[in-house]
C-alpha cells in the first residue's frame, strides 16, 4: 500500500470519528444551551457588572438569583456608579435600613454584605482614601462582636477570597451546578421558564432580575437594602409572631458556643483601636462616621445578659465599646433588643436580624446622639420621626405592597 492512501485513510477514519464525537454531543449543547437560555432570559446567570448596570435609569429593581450563589459583588459597582451621600455597611444584619429614611434627593446605599470581617473595615477605608471606592458624606457601619471580640485568628479582607464576592457567571462550575440544581427541581428547562428579567416581581411589583425575584419577590432593592419573603409579611397581618428562622437557631448557636459565638472572655483591644483608627482616618477624609452594633432577639439578649462563662465579652461589647467609639467622636448604638425600642420581637425576621420597621427606630435613635449641624441631620427624611413611631406591620414600613 503506498503512503497516500494509507494517509487518506487516516484522514477518513478521523473524519467519521470527529462526526460521531459531534453527532453525541449535539444533544449536550443544545440543552446546555437551553439551559443558559433560560437562565439569561431571567437574568439568573448575568454578570455582576450587568446587574449593576441595570440599575441606572431605574426607580426599582429586585436582584436575587436563585440557581447560582449569592454575591455582593455587584454593590461594589453600584456604589462606584451612584456615588453615595450616605452609604451603610456592615453584613446582613443591617440590610433593613433603606433610602425611605433618608431624605429626598439623598443619595443613600445600603453596603449590607460588602463588609464580611474586621480586616473589611481597613480595607474599604483605604479603597475610599485612594479612589478606588468614591467618598460619602456618611458612612454608618454595623459592628459585630464576632469581628473584634478575643481570640479570633488573624482577619484578612474578604472581598478576594471569599466565595460570597465572586461572580458566578465566570466560573464553569457554577453554571453545572445550576444545571443540576434546576434539572432536579423544575425538570427541562426552556426559555422564560424563570420569567423575564426586569418583569414585576409578586407583591411589590418591583422589576426583578434572577429566578428567587422574579417567583417569590425576594431579593436586594435598588437602595441595596433586602427584601424579605412576602408571603410571610402577607402572614403577619392576620397572626404576627415571632420565629427565629435561622438554621441552627440564634439561641441554639449561643447557648452550644457554636458558629459566631464561639467562647470568648473579652474584646480584642487591639482590634477596636485599629478599628478606630480606621474610623479616624475616615474623619480625616471628611467622612462623618457612625456606628450601629446590631441588636438580638430578646430571648438571645437576655441570655447574653444572664453572663454564660462562654461569652465574657458580652458586658464590654454592650457599654464599653459603644463608650469610647461616642468619647472618640463617632456617634453609636448600643446592642439591644426589641423592648429597648418598645416593640414586640415579631419585629425580628430572626434572633439578629431586625426589621425596617425596627431600624427605622435604631436609626433615628442614631441620628439624635449626631450634633447639630452634622452631615447626618442634614440627611435624614423629615418622615422619620413619624417613621420611627410606625406601629402598622412589625415588618415592613410599606405594608401596602404585602396585603394578603
Known amino acids: 500500500m503506498s503512503p497516500s492512501s494509507t494517509s487518506s485513510s487516516d484522514t477518513a477514519g478521523l473524519g467519521r470519528f470527529c462526526l460521531q464525537v459531534a453527532l453525541f454531543l449535539a444533544p449536550l449543547v443544545v440543552l446546555a444551551g437551553l439551559f443558559e437560555t433560560t437562565f439569561w432570559a431571567a437574568g439568573e446567570s448575568w454578570p455582576m457588572a450587568r446587574i449593576a448596570a441595570a440599575h441606572e435609569e431605574r426607580e426599582t429593581l429586585l436582584v436575587r438569583p436563585q440557581y447560582f450563589a449569592q454575591s455582593y459583588l455587584f454593590k461594589f459597582d453600584r456604589v462606584r456608579a451612584l456615588k453615595p451621600d450616605v452609604i451603610c455597611l456592615g453584613t446582613s444584619r443591617v440590610l433593613q435600613i433603606r433610602d425611605l429614611l433618608f431624605a429626598p434627593g439623598t443619595k443613600f446605599y445600603n453596603g449590607g454584605g460588602m463588609l ?13 482614601a485612594d479612589g478606588t471606592l468614591p467618598k460619602p458624606k456618611v458612612a454608618i457601619f454595623g459592628i459585630e462582636p464576632w469581628w473584634i471580640k478575643e481570640g479570633l485568628p488573624p482577619a484578612n479582607p474578604t472581598w478576594e477570597t471569599d466565595s460570597q464576592y465572586a461572580d458566578s457567571f465566570y466560573i464553569p462550575e457554577a453554571h453545572i451546578a445550576a444545571m443540576r440544581a434546576f434539572l432536579k427541581k ?7 421558564k424563570l420569567g423575564f428579567a426586569c418583569t414585576p416581581a409578586p407583591h411589590s411589583g418591583y422589576l426583578a432580575v434572577g429566578a428567587a425575584a422574579l417567583g417569590k419577590g425576594v431579593g436586594f432593592r435598588i437602595d441595596g437594602s433586602y427584601q424579605y419573603d412576602p408571603e410571610l409579611i402577607a402572614s403577619q397581618f392576620t397572626k404576627p409572631e415571632y420565629q427565629d ?4 437557631p440564634v439561641i441554639e448557636r449561643l447557648r452550644g458556643n457554636t458558629e459566631q459565638f464561639t467562647p470568648s472572655y473579652d474584646i480584642d483591644h487591639g482590634r477596636f483601636h485599629s478599628m478606630t483608627a480606621s474610623f479616624q482616618k475616615l474623619r480625616h477624609l471628611g467622612v462623618q462616621v ?3 452594633l446590631p441588636p438580638f432577639a430578646s430571648e438571645c439578649f437576655d441570655y447574653l445578659e444572664s453572663k454564660p462563662p462562654a461569652q465574657v465579652w458580652w458586658a464590654k461589647y ?3 465599646a459603644p463608650e469610647n467609639l461616642t468619647s472618640a467622636g463617632f456617634p453609636c448604638v448600643p446592642p439591644g433588643c426589641p423592648r429597648d425600642y418598645q416593640l414586640e420581637d415579631t419585629t425580628m425576621w430572626d434572633g439578629f436580624h431586625p426589621s425596617e420597621v425596627f431600624m427605622a427606630r435604631i436609626i433615628h435613635s442614631l441620628v439624635l446622639k449626631c450634633p447639630e449641624g452634622s452631615p447626618m441631620r442634614g440627611l435624614i427624611s423629615p418622615e422619620l420621626e413619624r417613621l420611627a413611631r410606625y406601629a402598622g406591620h412589625p415588618l415592613t414600613l410599606e405594608p401596602n405592597l404585602f396585603k394578603p
Open 116 to 128: 464580611g470581617s474586621f480586616a473589611d473595615i481597613h480595607a474599604y477605608t483605604q479603597a475610599v
Open 186 to 192: 423544575e425538570g427541562l428547562p426552556w426559555p422564560g
Open 245 to 248: 428562622r435561622e438554621t441552627p
Open 290 to 292: 457612625l456606628v450601629i
Open 318 to 320: 454592650k457599654t464599653w
